[in-house]
């Protein structure tokens, strides 16, 4: 099977500086992956590779079987989903709940250049549903809660039946009780594949199958999630001594 990302020896250079790489990573069709790192590991960055909104600097990337540099990005885009909390700071924040979602068919802000119909509507609507927002379709998106809003986003990448589905940070500022519902709604998104980017254990899906450990742009580890979060694995990575605990599945970790 065709992987949903693979990157050999990749690399992304700015300003004259490396700061991700050479890096080799295979994520196969139906994982679901955790990257995790200290501040300015380069998850971020790996997470614009696998969304083709960067071209590497070196080394080959592969997205859903298209090599970025070979192939149109803007077809590609539209088969990849996006969460991040920095995606809505580019929101109107009058646009309407259900109006995003919509947008979303398209991997677009705006419905202004879509031509909808009721399928269209329909998909959006059972987008909502499924990560329990239904009740938020009219609503003006800046009238939304933090949590309200990461979910709305949900909804907006699986609106689009992504093949692949990106979470760059999605729990950033929210409180537990909106933590543990993006979970749940990440949980109900079941895209075919995900990669999640993260600082905290804590946010991880119970899902998660698979993850891979960044400490300044190099790869630390990567593997079954079991193989991987281990203490000395995240003590290496974080270079702080960690004690890690897992419980119905859901992980967390400390200062031993």
Known sequence: MTPAVRLAAAEVRIGGRTVLGPIDLTIGA?????????????KTTLLSLAGAWRQPSAGAVEVLGERLGRTDVRRLR???????HLLGDRIRPSITAGDLVLAGRAAALETWWQDLDEGDRAAARAALERVGCATLADRAVGTL???ERARVLIARAMAGDPDLLLFDEPAAGLDLPAREALLRAMVDAAAPTEVL????LEELPPTTTHAALLREGH???AGPVTDVL????????????VR??????RWSARGA
Do not use: Q, Y
């Not at 139906?30 to 380069?42: F, S």
């Not at 890690?244 to 599945?249: A, F, I, L, N, T």
């Open 30 to 42: 139906g994982e679901r992956w955790a990257l995790l790192g200290p501040n300015g590991c380069g």
């Open 244 to 249: 890690v605990d897992r419980r119905d599945g």
């Open 78 to 84: 539209r088969r990849i989903g996006h969460v991040s």
């Open 219 to 221: 790869l630390v580890v």
């Open 145 to 147: 809660s933090m949590g």
């Open 197 to 200: 980017a993260t600082h905290h």
């Open 230 to 241: 281990t203490a000395a694995s995240l003590s290496a990575c974080f270079g702080f001594d």
